[in-house]
């Protein structure tokens, strides 16, 4: 409240100065910077987006229709592109609702539940981001692979998970495991257990919690984790990589089909399919965006409790 | 209904919170849980309440043991600190919950819930905000919301921890009359927990004073103001000056005098003390007068009404500086091993 009210104050001030006959200089916070350093800093800022973000997205698409729309267009409808699309969705459709119940269910356990080794667990939930992508899908390798632990027993009972589609789903479902618990975490947190304490008196049942009272108060970031897991379960490459074994029109992602295409010089191709994965992205980014102004919103209600 | 707690313990880690508390609570009273921050008294009331288990000991309501039954079986309301208001729905939706959640058997039809709900909003002066979300309502509204929540599932035991903790000076003092009123109303039995002694005073029937996890003193406000069974109770009631083998004391005896319940003298006379008046301070309606005593330059306040202070100013020529004495008119003794 105080804060609406001292901009309201200002003009007044401004206008008794300037009844004084004081010249009204243009008004400046203690912590402004001088016009010559805001232009440098936000001019550098923005060279630096140009050259590292904005050319090298525009090239992906000018390079994608350099040689005309039915090049790209052939380059997307040819069948090992579209088996990889197909198998980049999968990965995700499965990873994706995965993770939404694992991050809820970790995320309600850490906020609102006092046990023993929850550091341990929250160190573990962020393992994924630590570690780097190539080392987790080494791991899959070294349990499920031929000379892996479950190697022999895999192989006997004809399942095959490495270099196959289950590997690159695990491989998937592991570096994206952080996304959503993260997102929870800190709200589920600092919203505490008084409402659900609430409603407990009021006669409600654990399902009725959290369905009703639970769920509801997280919703916007919850969509927030799922939209983050989402992008990188469409664009993971290292761990898919290593588990994936390249076949072509069978184990292949979009990145992974992208960088083959790319390493046979067939450019165009591999620009084709790079901006329907930028695309996905750029579409991630609007509903991130859309997405992030709701959290703020309900973060604010919730300080104002 | 009435709850009786027997020998009640419970410790968080190494802090005793609880400590062998029994207390009685008839059926229909508004009784008020006073101490200081720590005394064990949210514990005890959500110990009531089913959210907190005991250490040992056990809660009856209405003589029947419910030391082990669910919070949602205990029939209760309680209305929390911060309110715990639903933040994502509307003020109706807020209070129709607990009738919402029941299981189809037992579930009132939509209009009678509906019918429910505006008799409380209207209980609460909450009517026209049905609509509204609990972010859009002052702090004094909040908590009337947060009551008619809790009275929607008609419980037995009302429990409210600190219900005007949060709120301002004005809108406090407004709230607790009206939850007197309110109390008169619906004579449900209500428990309440508060710091605030003038608060406990106002609003309960029965005062419970608590302290390091035990009840120091129980009863009635009057009886308890007057008549302090420890001098804790003494202090954690009002300002109040100690006094060491003076006033007429015995030895090994402290005697402690309130501020409003001294008199000054011009002259020195049977029981009196001598001393310095060191400054005057008026708020609002009293006058606060600190004055020095000679020797061990201790401190002694004396209160009274403005009007008084005006009158006696004059009358005495009162002054900064100027020596007087005073007359306790009442002094309350304790040992000094209490």
């Known amino acids: ?89 999968l990965a995700t459709v499965i990873s994706v609702p995965l993770n939404l119940v694992f991050g809820i269910a970790a995320a309600w356990c850490i906020a609102k539940f006092d046990f023993h080794g929850k550091n341990l667990l929250l160190t573990l939930i962020d393992l994924p981001f630590s570690v780097s992508p190539v080392i987790a899908g080494l791991i899959y390798v070294l349990v499920f692979g031929l000379q892996g632990w479950l190697g022999p027993w895999l192989h006997e009972h004809d399942l095959k998970v490495i270099f196959a589609v289950p590997g690159i789903v695990l491989a998937t479902v592991f570096v994206t495991f952080p996304f959503v618990a993260r997102e929870l975490i800190p709200l589920m947190q600092a919203q505490g257990i008084e409402q659900e304490e609430a409603a407990r008196v009021l006669g409600a049942g654990g399902w009725q919690i959290f369905w009703r009272v639970t769920l509801p108060n997280v919703k916007w970031a919850l969509l927030y984790g799922v939209i983050l897991c989402n992008a990188r379960a469409m664009g993971e490459f290292g761990a898919v990589s290593v588990v994936s074994g390249h076949v072509r029109g069978q184990t292949n992602t979009m990145p992974l089909h992208i960088e083959i295409l790319y390493n046979e010089y067939q450019f165009a191709a591999a620009f084709a399919v790079a901006s329907l994965l930028a695309g996905l992205a750029l579409v991630t980014l609007v509903l991130k965006y859309v997405v992030e102004q709701r959290v703020k919103a309900s973060m604010k209600v919730q300080h104002e409790h | 209904m009435s709850i009786e707690v027997r ?182 039995t209500s428990v309440f927990v508060t710091h605030d002694q003038e608060e406990a005073m106002e609003v309960a029937d029965r005062v419970v004073v608590m302290n390091q996890g035990r009840i120091e003193q129980e009863g009635a406000p009057d009886q308890v103001y007057d008549h302090p069974a420890t001098p804790f109770v003494l202090q954690f009631l009002g300002d109040v000056n100690l006094f060491h083998g003076r006033v007429g004391l015995a030895a090994g005896e402290a005697g402690y005098v309130r501020p409003h319940e001294l008199d000054i003298l011009p002259e020195s006379a049977d029981g009196t003390l001598p001393a310095t008046l060191a400054q005057t301070l008026t708020i609002g309606p009293h006058t606060r007068l600190e004055f020095r005593r000679p020797g061990d330059e201790g401190t002694i306040d004396v209160e009274m009404l403005r009007a008084d202070y005006v009158a006696l100013r004059d009358r005495l020529g009162l002054q900064v500086g100027g020596s007087y004495h005073l007359k306790p008119r009442r002094v309350t003794r304790f040992t000094a091993s209490d």
């Open chain 1, 1 to 89: 409240m105080s804060a609406q009210s001292l901009p309201g104050a200002k003009p007044g001030l401004a206008a008794a100065a300037a009844s004084e006959g004081v010249p009204s200089v243009p008004r400046r916070k203690s912590t402004d910077e001088p016009a010559w350093v805001r232009r440098l800093l936000i001019g550098s800022a923005l060279a630096f987006l140009t050259l590292f973000l904005f050319v090298p997205l525009g090239t992906v698409f000018y390079e994608a229709f350099r040689k005309g729309a039915a090049v790209y267009l052939a380059a997307i409808v040819e069948p090992d592109a579209l088996s990889a699309v197909k198998l980049t969705l």
């Open chain 2, 7 to 188: 020998a009640l313990n419970k410790r968080f880690g190494q802090t005793v919170v609880c400590d062998n508390l029994s207390l009685d609570i008839p059926a229909g009273e508004l009784v008020a849980l006073l101490g200081p921050s720590g005394s064990g008294k949210t514990t005890l009331l959500r110990i009531i309440a089913g959210l907190e288990v005991a250490d040992s000991g056990s809660v009856h309501f209405h003589g029947k043991d419910a030391t082990h039954t669910d919070v949602r079986e205990r029939n209760v309301g309680f209305v929390f600190q911060h309110y715990a208001l639903f933040g994502h729905m509307s003020i109706f939706e807020n209070v129709a919950f607990g009738l919402r959640v029941r299981p189809k058997a037992t579930r009132p039809a939509e209009n009678a819930i509906r019918k429910k709900v505006t008799e409380l909003l209207e209980l609460v002066q909450l009517g026209p905000l049905a609509g509204r979300h609990p972010h859009q309502l002052s702090g004094g509204q909040r908590q009337r919301v947060a009551l008619a929540r809790a009275l929607a599932v008609e419980p037995e035991v009302l429990l409210l921890d600190e219900p005007f903790g949060a709120l301002d000076a004005k809108v406090r003092k407004e709230l607790r009359r009206w939850l007197r009123r309110l109390h008169d109303e619906v004579h449900v």
